[in-house]
C-alpha cells in the first residue's frame, strides 16, 4: 500500500534536482490530444511532450500492445535476444536504408552510438589520425558528454571539465565553411536533417547535397540525428526519404516509442560489423516492453494514409497560423516541415516565446518553444481537425491577451 501524499507542485523543489523549471500545473491523464491536470482543467495538446507523443496520450494500440506484453515477459538481459526486438528491427530495416539496428534507451544513447560506431570503424579502417566529428552550431543531439559536446551549444556542454576531443562546429548551411574545413581527417559529419531545438532551421538543398558529395571525398559518414524528425514528424517516415541523400548512420527515439523510452541507432552491414561483441552494450536497449510499444507505434505510423495526414494536418496549422499572425502581426514566419513547424517572433517580439508559451498554457493550449524566439508546434501526427481548430482558437486567445 502506498501512503497518501500531497503531491503538488511545491514537492519538486524539495525532492527534485532543480535542472528543470516545470510549469505550475501538474497533468494527471491524456486521451489523445486532450490533457487534464490535477484540478480538471482541460488542455489542448500542441506539444505532444516534445515531439514524441506522436500518436497522441493513451492510442488503443500502444496500450494493446503494452497490456499485452505486460504479461508475457519485461525484461530479458542482452545474453539472450526478445521477439519483439527483432521484431522492430526487421520493420525499421523495411522502413528505410539500414540492414542493422542497435537499441538504446534514448535519443542521446542513441546518438552515442552512432558517434562511437564512427570513431570505431574510422579507426578500424583509416587508422587513429582519423577522428575529428563535425558537427553545426545550435545543433542539439542530447545530454552524455560525448553528444552535448557534439551539439552546438556551449551553454550546454561547458563547465563539466575536459570536453571529449577533436569536434568542430560550423555554421548550419554554409557551404563554404564545410568545403573549406573538411579534410582526410574528418571521421564524421553529425547533423540534424532539420534543426528542432535550434529554431526550426531547415537545410538548404545544396547544404544537404553538399554535405554528402564531401563525405564521399574525404571518407567520412554521415549521421543523421533524426531523434526529433524521425517516425513520420516531417511527413516522410524519415526526414532524409524527403531530401534525395542517404545518411550512413541514423538515430532515431522520441517517436519511435510514442511515450514509452526507447532509442536506436541504424546502420549499413557494412559499419555494423565493426561493433563486434562486446564494443558497445545497453542493460535496458531493446527491452521487450519498450520494443513490443515501439512496433505498435510504427506500424501506425508508416501506414501511408499517416503520413499522408501529416502533411494535410501541416496546411491546417500553416493556414490557421497565418490567419492568427494577420489579426496580431506577431511572427515574421512560420518555418519547418510536417509537424514540426515553428512560428519565429518578429523583432518586435523577440525574446518572448517562453510568455506566448505561458499565455497558452492559461487559456488551456500546450506549445513548445525552441529558443527565445520560435513557438514551436509538434503535435500528435493524428492530432483531429476539430482539435487543431480549437487549439488556435487558444492560441489566438492567448495572444489577444498578451497584445492587450
Ligand atoms: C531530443 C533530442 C535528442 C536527445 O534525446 P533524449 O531522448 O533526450 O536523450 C537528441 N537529438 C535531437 C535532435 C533531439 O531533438
Redesign the pocket.
Known amino acids: 500500500m502506498t501512503v497518501e501524499m500531497n503531491v503538488q507542485r511545491a514537492l519538486f523543489d524539495e525532492v527534485m534536482v532543480p535542472c528543470y523549471s516545470p510549469m505550475e500545473m501538474i497533468p494527471v491523464k491524456g486521451e489523445g490530444s486532450r490533457v487534464w491536470d490535477q484540478n480538471g482543467k482541460e488542455y489542448i495538446d500542441f506539444a505532444g511532450g516534445?515531439?514524441v507523443s506522436c500518436l497522441g496520450h493513451c492510442h488503443p494500440a500502444m496500450v494493446a500492445a503494452l497490456n499485452e506484453q505486460s504479461q508475457k515477459i519485461w525484461h530479458l538481459s542482452n545474453v539472450m535476444t526478445n521477439e519483439p526486438a527483432l521484431r522492430l528491427a526487421k520493420k525499421l530495416t523495411d522502413l528505410c536504408f539500414a540492414d542493422k539496428v542497435f537499441f538504446a534507451n534514448?535519443?542521446?544513447?542513441a546518438?552515442e552510438a552512432a558517434l562511437k560506431l564512427a570513431r570505431r570503424y574510422a579507426a578500424d579502417v583509416y587508422g587513429a589520425e582519423k577522428s575529428e566529428i563535425i558537427a553545426f552550431k545550435q545543433g542539439?543531439?542530447?545530454?552524455t558528454f560525448f553528444?552535448v559536446t557534439v551539439g552546438g551549444q556551449e551553454a550546454y556542454s561547458d563547465g563539466f571539465g575536459p570536453k571529449p576531443g577533436d569536434v568542430t562546429h560550423l555554421e548550419y548551411n554554409d557551404v563554404d565553411a564545410l568545403r573549406a574545413h573538411i579534410s582526410d581527417r574528418t571521421c564524421a559529419i553529425m547533423m540534424?536533417p532539420l534543426q528542432?531545438?535550434g529554431g526550426i532551421i531547415a537545410p538548404t538543398d545544396e547544404f544537404i547535397q553538399t554535405v554528402r558529395e564531401l563525405c564521399d571525398k574525404h571518407n567520412a559518414l554521415l549521421i543523421f540525428?533524426e531523434?526529433?524528425t524521425g517516425n513520420g514528424r516531417t511527413g516522410e517516415f524519415y526526414a532524409y526519404q524527403g531530401l534525395g541523400i542517404t545518411p550512413d548512420i541514423l538515430?532515431t527515439?522520441?517517436s519511435l516509442g510514442g511515450g514509452f523510452p526507447i532509442?536506436a541507432m541504424l546502420t549499413t552491414n557494412e559499419l555494423a560489423e565493426h561493433l563486434k561483441v562486446g564494443t558497445h552494450g545497453s542493460t535496458y536497449g531493446g527491452n521487450p516492453l519498450a520494443c513490443a510499444v515501439a512496433e505498435a507505434v510504427i506500424d501506425v505510423v508508416s501506414e501511408p494514409q499517416t503520413l499522408a495526414g501529416v502533411k494535410e494536418r501541416e496546411v491546417l496549422f500553416r493556414t490557421g497560423l497565418e490567419k492568427i499572425n494577420a489579426k496580431y502581426q506577431i511572427f515574421s514566419e512560420i518555418r519547418g516541415k510536417g509537424l514540426l513547424l515553428g512560428a519565429a517572433l518578429n523583432e518586435k517580439w523577440q525574446g518572448r516565446a517562453r510568455d506566448v508559451l505561458v499565455a497558452a498554457g492559461e487559456q488551456g493550449l500546450m506549445v513548445l518553444v525552441a529558443g527565445a524566439n520560435v513557438v514551436r508546434f509538434t503535435p500528435s501526427l493524428v492530432i483531429s481537425k476539430q482539435d487543431i481548430e480549437q487549439g488556435l482558437e487558444k492560441l489566438d486567445k492567448a495572444l489577444a491577451s498578451l497584445t492587450n
Open positions: 516534445i515531439a534514448s535519443g542521446a544513447e546518438n542539439f543531439h542530447g545530454r553528444t540534424e528542432g531545438e540525428d531523434v526529433q538515430s527515439a522520441k532509442g
